[in-house]
């Protein structure tokens, strides 16, 4: 039996994340799904706030997703999943931080707003800017290599791809744009979708858009 159990639900890009970690580290665990739209009553004994991922190792447990891969690092430093250099570290924490506080709202916002075409436009805008901030401030400023710190594949990586697989959703139901100006970005996705954490991990844009679309119809009624 693994030390280390991780309760999932897989359509959480959340989730995704975490489990990403664990695959790119090579550590066995045990996958628990749960739906988190039907929470057993057991769940909240683990998980006060009632999310996804958590983390159980070795009989302690760990919640929210950031801190359980940061966790994990700290934890299994075999397989390095973020940089040596301290100041590139806080580097990378600058980028995650990025994401939590300034990407993935602007994605939300897209579907809080979807019945406001005012709104709306304004939200794909700010969606663009961010992805072209993104390309100028990280990717076009790296020396070399293909991910979000350079040659080394890091939390960063982690803690944005599931987002950005779930982008083609947001094409398919808002009509949003990658900036033909994104091309290292575009090429960082293409590097991504070829890591095994990814391919045993993701869900098809087909599954996003339901799911989108349900949040949609709750959020609207």
Partial sequence: MSDIKIYSFDKCPFAQRTRMALIEKALDFELIEI????????FLEISPYGKVPVLVHKG???YESAIINEYLEEEYPE?????????ERARARIWIDYASNYYLPACTRLLRDHQDDDRQQQNL???????LYIEKECFDKNDSGVFWMGEQLTLVDLHYAPFFERFGAYEHLFDAKWPKECRKIRSWWDAMQD???????????ESHIAT?????QRIAS
């Fill in 35 to 42: 739906d988190v739209y039907n929470k057993p009553d057991w």
């Fill in 60 to 62: 302690k447990t760990i």
């Fill in 79 to 87: 397989v390095a999943l973020m940089p040596d250099d301290h100041y």
């Fill in 125 to 131: 805008k700010i969606v663009g800017d961010r992805l």
């Fill in 195 to 205: 890591r095994k954490s990814y391919l045993e991990t993701f869900l098809p844009t």
């Fill in 212 to 216: 989108y679309s349900n949040m949609m």
